[in-house]
């Protein structure tokens, strides 16, 4: 500490777990500081020296004296940069700082005692904090380093998990890099991962290290034998009012599928050949069984004057829909080492809604089995983005129960979930009150930041004024996955991560420009050639 100088010093009032501090120049948020103090026995009779490491939170410049000039035209006049009279001494900053810990003798605990006001105020050195995050265990993933110091690596305890995680902050704030990080160093260290990839980002993700970990394609496709009759009519017949309609569709499709269930299980066959069998039976058959599928459910339709507008959204339905009447379940892809990205970014968000809740039912079925067989399960981290669409507070999305069930009964068979959305505030309170792990990134409304707070009852104040700052890529990160006290974070950059990145739009418009003025060119010459050649 000998040889620097205080950046302040603590200020009127001060608290063992939140101080002032004064200073000429606002010290930003976010930067953390050290300060080292006496403290007595209430008794008075003893006095001992603490050391307490800190966080800034908020910063403003103040002016002691009225400011008086009255603006003139001048002011505004043709230059930048008039600097405040910094020497005179009439201004003065005002912060105040999260105290996050006492380390005193290289011991961390709890802070317990105000800094006395006046107390200098320094700026923390790397000794400080890796007293408080220097340490690592062995199921610990990096994620990142302290901000401010790139030799701090930040670890998260990935057994934590099992009392899931929520990572939120507005667009373009670091989410997914941060998810992609996580999932691929998770499974680096042999760990499975589900993505629920809403927006088809994740789909050509490239591992860090791709002779250790696999990245295997998920594309969601519907089972119509298997799904429930009613929300097939549904997706198939949007129009809540086409009730005729669903029902000449909804008959069809019991009747159908009874069929080709009861004989798939008399004879042991496949839904597969059934349908080929059954499609030949009517001469139907071709030879993709989806559309002997698809043509064999028309026929099924009784015959009706709404006929025809229901084989035509059956068509429709086919045609922009990912069906397979042998759909392969997730959990039969659940590996070590291996992310699985399931993309549903072609669906609609009912649809989304309708596969998340198959697909945390076969997870959570899966993981169940734990201690019924030889083949014990993978305990698997499953993220799921755009979350406020199936955990809203007002809706009923048809995940939203089992990705309950998930959060209370995963937790006893390793099944983790990482909630992500950009909108804490549409998040049903019930849900996300039972996570356990934070990783918050720039927020900036209000009602986002009380929300949060709110859910989580450790974020105080003072962090969440820092969350309006924060630069992409900058986290706070807070639970028991890091431990006892929070960390600021710059999450490191995913090099394999290239969908959903901010893309260059004036340099992608400048090459195709650059590209058509060529084609044009050529095609002018060609065209001279060719009058050339006739002339
Ligand atoms: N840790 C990081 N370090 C540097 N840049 C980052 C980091 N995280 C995100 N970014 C930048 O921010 C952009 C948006 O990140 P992304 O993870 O897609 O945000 P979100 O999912 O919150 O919308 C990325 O394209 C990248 O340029
Ligand atoms: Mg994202």
């Known amino acids: 500490m000998s040889g620097f100088r205080p950046v302040g010093i603590v200020g009127e009032v001060s608290r063992p777990t939140e101080v002032m501090v004064n200073a000429l120049t606002p010290i930003p948020s976010g930067t953390y500081i050290y300060v080292k103090f006496k403290a007595r026995d209430p008794q008075g009779l003893e006095e001992f020296e603490r050391e307490v490491v800190g966080i800034i939170g908020s910063c403003l410049y103040k002016s002691l004296v009225p400011v008086v000039t009255a603006p003139t035209i001048s002011m505004y006049g043709s ?8 020497s005179n001494l009439k201004i003065e900053s005002y912060m105040t700082a999260l105290i996050i810990a006492d380390i005193t003798g290289g011991q961390v605990e709890a802070p317990r005692y105000p800094p006395p006001p006046e107390t200098p105020v320094y700026l923390a050195e790397h000794k400080h904090l890796s007293t408080i995050y220097g340490y690592k265990p062995t199921s610990d993933v990096e994620v990142g380093s302290l901000v401010g110091f790139d030799k701090l690596r930040v670890g998260i305890n990935v057994n934590s998990l099992a009392k899931h995680l929520l990572i939120t902050g507005t667009t373009g704030s670091g989410k997914s890099n941060l998810i992609a990080v996580l999932a691929d160093r998770i499974a680096r260290g042999g760990g499975s991962v589900v993505i629920f990839d809403v927006h ?6 490239e591992s860090e290290s791709p002779n250790d970990v696999d990245v295997k394609p998920y594309e969601a496709a519907i089972n119509p034998i298997e799904m429930p009759v009613n929300s097939l009519v549904k997706f198939i017949i949007p129009e809540e009012q086409a009730s005729r309609q669903r029902r000449l569709l909804r008959n069809a499709l019991r009747e159908l599928n009874d069929k080709i269930v009861q004989k798939a299980k ?18 139907l ?9 698809r043509e064999l459910l028309k026929n099924y339709l009784k015959k009706d004057k709404a ?4 084989e035509v ?4 339905f086919f045609e922009w829909h990912n069906v397979d009447l042998n759909v392969r379940k997730v959990s039969e892809l659940i590996s070590s080492s291996r992310i699985i990205v399931v993309d549903v970014s072609k669906l609609t968000d009912d649809e989304k809604d309708y596969m998340l809740k198959v697909i945390a039912e076969d997870i959570l079925w899966y993981l169940k089995m734990w201690g019924r067989g030889t083949n014990q399960p993978i305990p698997t981290l499953l993220v799921v983005e755009e979350a406020h ?10 995940s939203k129960e089992i990705l309950q069930r998930f959060i209370r009964e995963g937790r006893k068979f390793g099944g983790m979930l990482a909630i992500v959305s950009q909108r804490p505030r549409a998040l049903d309170v019930n849900v996300v009150s039972q996570v356990q792990n934070y990783a918050f990134l720039k927020l900036v409304q209000r009602t986002d930041r009380s929300t949060v707070m709110e859910l989580t009852d450790i974020l105080s104040d003072e962090y969440a004024n820092i969350l309006p700052t924060l630069p992409p890529g900058h986290a706070i990160l807070m ?4 431990g006892e006290y929070p960390a600021y974070v710059r999450v490191d950059r995913h090099s394999g991560k290239k969908v959903g990145t901010t893309p260059d739009i004036t340099k992608i418009w400048r090459e195709c420009k650059e590209k058509y003025r060529e084609s044009v060119s050529k095609a002018l010459e060609k065209k001279s050639m060719i009058s050339e050649w006739e002339g």
């Open 307 to 310: 006929v025809e507008d229901v």
């Open 285 to 293: 058959a071709s030879d993709n069984c989806v559309d002997t599928y």
């Open 389 to 398: 669409i199936f955990l809203g507070e007002r809706t009923a999305s048809r």
């Open 479 to 482: 639970g028991e996955w890091v």
């Open 200 to 205: 088809g980002e994740y789909r050509s993700l």
């Open 313 to 316: 959204k059956i068509d429709d």
């Open 266 to 283: 008399s004879g042991r066959k496949s839904y597969e050949l059934v349908v080929k069998e059954l499609g030949s039976n009517m001469s």
């Open 79 to 86: 230059t930048y940069g008039g600097t405040p009279p910094l």
